[in-house]
């Protein structure tokens, strides 16, 4: 199995999951921040 190809894909996943998710919950202004309350809420 391709180890590089894999984590590529896995990021570009996290990455587009993680725009889907700053969308719903609107953390344009603290987009690295995400309380384990918020994360339950979504």
């Known amino acids: 199995m ?4 894999q984590a590529q894909l896995n ?3 996290a990455s587009e999951a993680l725009a889907k998710v700053k969308s719903i919950v ?3 202004k603290t987009p690295t921040k995400v309380t384990p309350t918020q994360l339950r809420e979504l």
Do not use: E, H, I, Q
């Not at 391709?2 to 190809?5: F, L, R, S």
């Open 26 to 28: 609107g953390l344009s």
């Open 11 to 13: 990021k570009r996943y």
């Open 2 to 5: 391709n180890t590089m190809g």
